[in-house]
C-alpha cells in the first residue's frame, strides 16, 4: 500500500496541517478517515463538548502521516468528478456537475419506500446490489444499538441489516473510522454516504489502489450538513429526558418525511414533525465544514439521490419520492438493472430546472463556496485545496456585489474566529464508561 500522499495538496504549500489546525480552522467534519491511516491508538475519535466528532492525536504524528492525512481529509482536499466517469452522451451542469440521468422514483418494496428517509432509494439500492452479488457487504451507518441517539458504522451483508439502517441521521457520523479494515477484507463492497465521507474515499484511492479495486459503487445523499448531537440533545431537553432513557432516537423515516420519534426504556413515546424539529433556522446547529462544503450534492458518487417535495415543502405525510441524479457510467448500469428487476420504479423525468427549485439552498451554496473561501484565505485562515469543482464559474452566475458580500462575510466571521472551532477535547463529567466508549 502506497500512503505516501504529496504535500502539493496540502492547504499550505509544502507544510502539513496538524489535526488540530485542521479542526480548530472549522475544516473537519469528523469522518474518521485519518484515524483509520494513522491507526487507532494514535489518533482517536471523541464527541466534544459542542457534540461533533473529533479526531485527537494520542502522540505526535510524524510529518509522512500529516501529509497523507492532508492529502485524504475531506477538510484539506476536495476533488470534483474525473471525466472518465462519464460517458459521452452525459450532461455536465456548472451547478449540478455531471448527470447521466436525472429521474423522480422511489423504492419499488413498500416496506423499504416507508421505512426509507425519503423513496427508500438509497436503501433499495444497497439490497439490490447485495442480492444480485454485485458487492458482499455495504458500508454505512445507523443509530448506535447502545446509544440510539447517536450514529455508528455498519456493514450490512443483507437486506435486513440494510434496512435497519435506512432513514436520515443528522447527527456526527464517523463513517469512516476503520475504512482500512474495510479494505483489508478484500471484498467487493459499496459505500452509502455523504458526500464529503465520498470524497475522502476518492482522495484515498489516488493513493490505495484498493480502493477503485473493491469500493464498486459510491452512493450519495445531497446533503443540506451535518448537525451536532447538540441538535439532539436539544429535541431531549424540550421532553425532559436524558440520553441513557431512550431505546429510539429516530429523525425521520417510517413516511416521508416521518416524524422524528423518540422511545424510552420506560415505554413511553415523543414525537416532532419535521417541520417542528427544523423550524428555527438558528437551532440547526450545522458543522462549520459545511458551510463552506463546495461538493454538498454529491458530484463524487456514482449516484446521488435527494428529497422531492414537489409542493416546495414536506407536509405532513407526502408521497414517498427522491431525485435521483445518475452521475457516472457504473452508476447508469445499476439504475437501469435495478430498475429493470423492480427495486426502483421510476415516476418521471425531471430536470436541472426543476431540482434547481426543490434544492434552492443547494443552487445558493454552490453559488457562494468559492467567495466563502476567498473570504477565508484573505483572513489568514487555511482553506481545502479544491479542484474540478467549477466553483469559480458557479460564483459568476452571482452577481459582483453577491460575491462580495458572501466573501466579506466569510472574512469577518473568520477574523471573529465564528468559522472555526474550538480544540477537539472530548466531553468531561462523564461517568468513566462513557469516556472510554468515547476514546474507543
Ligand atoms: C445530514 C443530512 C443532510 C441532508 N440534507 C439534505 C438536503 O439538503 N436536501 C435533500 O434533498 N436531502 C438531504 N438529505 C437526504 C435526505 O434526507 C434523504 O436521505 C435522501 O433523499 C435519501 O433518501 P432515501 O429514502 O433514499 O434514503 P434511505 O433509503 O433511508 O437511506 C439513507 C442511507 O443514508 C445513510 N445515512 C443516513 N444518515 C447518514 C449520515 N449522517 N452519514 C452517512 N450516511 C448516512 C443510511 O445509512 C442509509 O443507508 C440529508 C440527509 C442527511 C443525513
Ligand atoms: S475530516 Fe475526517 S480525515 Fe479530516 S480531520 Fe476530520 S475526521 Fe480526520
Ligand atoms: S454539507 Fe458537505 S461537509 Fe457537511 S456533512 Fe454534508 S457533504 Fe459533509
Same mark, same amino acid.
Given at each position: 500500500m502506497d500512503l505516501a500522499g504529496t504535500s502539493q495538496d496540502t492547504p499550505r504549500a509544502g507544510e502539513p496541517l496538524s489535526l488540530g489546525e485542521i479542526v480548530e480552522n472549522g475544516?473537519? =467534519?469528523?469522518?474518521g478517515l485519518c484515524r483509520s491511516i494513522a491507526g487507532a491508538g494514535r489518533v482517536e475519535m471523541v464527541m466534544t463538548p459542542e457534540g461533533r466528532e473529533r479526531p485527537v492525536a494520542t502522540e505526535v504524528l510524524d510529518r509522512q502521516t500529516l501529509v497523507t492525512i492532508n492529502a485524504v481529509c475531506p477538510g484539506t482536499r476536495i476533488a470534483g468528478p474525473p471525466p472518465a466517469q462519464m460517458s459521452d452522451g452525459a450532461l455536465s451542469d456548472t451547478v449540478w456537475g455531471p448527470v447521466e440521468r436525472l429521474v423522480l422514483g422511489r423504492a419499488g418494496d413498500p416496506t423499504v419506500r416507508f421505512v426509507?428517509?425519503?423513496?427508500g432509494v438509497l436503501t433499495a439500492l444497497g439490497q439490490f446490489l447485495l442480492s444480485t452479488g454485485r458487492v458482499k457487504f455495504v458500508l454505512h451507518i445507523s443509530a448506535s444499538r447502545s446509544q440510539p441517539m447517536r450514529n455508528e458504522r455498519r456493514l450490512s451483508f443483507d437486506a435486513v441489516s440494510m434496512l435497519e439502517g435506512a432513514g436520515s441521521r443528522y447527527g456526527p457520523a464517523a463513517?469512516?473510522?476503520?475504512f482500512g479494515d474495510v479494505l483489508d477484507r478484500g471484498q467487493p463492497f459499496a459505500l452509502i454516504a455523504k458526500p464529503c465521507d465520498i470524497t475522502a474515499v476518492r482522495n484515498l484511492a489516488r493513493l490505495d489502489r484498493r480502493v477503485d479495486q473493491y469500493m464498486r459503487y459510491a452512493l450519495a445523499f445531497v446533503c443540506g450538513g451535518a448537525s451536532d448531537l447538540s441538535k439532539s440533545e436539544q429535541v431531549l431537553q424540550r421532553f425532559g429526558l436524558?440520553?441513557?432513557?431512550?431505546?429510539l432516537f429516530r429523525y425521520?423515516?417510517?413516511?416521508?418525511?416521518?416524524l422524528n420519534r423518540i422511545e424510552t426504556k420506560d415505554g413511553r413515546a415523543f414525537e416532532l414533525t419535521y417541520r417542528q424539529l427544523w423550524?428555527?433556522?438558528?437551532?440547526?446547529? =450545522?458543522?462549520?465544514?459545511c458551510k463552506i462544503c463546495p461538493d454538498a450534492i454529491g458530484q463524487v458518487a456514482d449516484i446521488a439521490v435527494h428529497d422531492a417535495w414537489l409542493n416546495g415543502g414536506p407536509a405532513m405525510e407526502d408521497e414517498p419520492l427522491n431525485s435521483i441524479i445518475v452521475r457516472t457510467s457504473r452508476g447508469l448500469d445499476l439504475f437501469d438493472a435495478a430498475v429493470e428487476a423492480g427495486t426502483l420504479e421510476v415516476k418521471r423525468e425531471t430536470s436541472i430546472a426543476e431540482i434547481s427549485e426543490l434544492q434552492s439552498h443547494q443552487v445558493r451554496k454552490r453559488r457562494a463556496v468559492w467567495a466563502r473561501l476567498k473570504g477565508m484565505a484573505i483572513a489568514g485562515r487555511p482553506v481545502p485545496y479544491v479542484t474540478d469543482l467549477a466553483l469559480a464559474d458557479c460564483a459568476a452566475q452571482n452577481s459582483m456585489a453577491e460575491n462580495l458580500a458572501e466573501g466579506r462575510g466569510a472574512r469577518d466571521r473568520a477574523r471573529r474566529g465564528r468559522l472555526g472551532e474550538p480544540p477537539a477535547a472530548p466531553r468531561v463529567g462523564k461517568g468513566d464508561k462513557q469516556l472510554k466508549d468515547e476514546l474507543r
Open positions: 475544516l473537519c =467534519i469528523g469522518c426509507g428517509s425519503g423513496g463513517t469512516l473510522m476503520d436524558a440520553e441513557d432513557e431512550l431505546t425521520r423515516g417510517h413516511g416521508n418525511p416521518g423550524e428555527d433556522e438558528d437551532k440547526w446547529m =450545522i458543522q462549520p465544514r
